[in-house]
């Protein structure tokens, strides 16, 4: 099992900046990969910006440039610095985990944390 929870959501003005927070626990020996997701109101779940073991990172489109996703594998805490907000940035942001045993893998997600960008 692993356990994520996720912190450092608020209220920010358009053009500020945000840091996430995401600290594992449980299993985490055996993650292999670790993502932010985010979900608006109205809006189907999608990723934002992924990182993995020996595959580096990955970012959606619309945030390229701007968000920048790390782990500390020590600390087991990944985290998503968030730079130029604009208000469609605007979401529940969820921390993602997989973990492997054997030809298995296993999903787990975070409670989410807010972010409102104001115009």
């Known amino acids: 099992q692993v356990q994520l929870v996720e912190s450092g959501g608020g209220l920010v003005q358009t053009g500020g900046s945000l840091r996430l927070s995401c600290t594992a626990s449980g299993s985490i020996f055996s993650i292999s990969a670790m993502a932010w997701y985010r979900q608006a109101p109205g809006k189907q779940r999608e990723l934002v910006a992924s990182?993995?073991?020996?595959?580096?990172?990955d970012y959606a489109d619309s945030v390229k440039g701007r968000f920048t996703i790390s782990r500390d594998y020590v600390e087991n805490i990944m985290s998503l610095e968030m730079n130029s907000l604009i208000p469609e940035d605007t979401a529940v942001y969820y921390c993602a985990a997989e973990r492997q045993s054997g030809t298995t893998k296993y999903h787990y997600w975070g409670q989410g944390t807010q972010v409102t960008v104001s115009s």
């Open positions: 990182i993995a073991r020996g595959a580096g990172t």
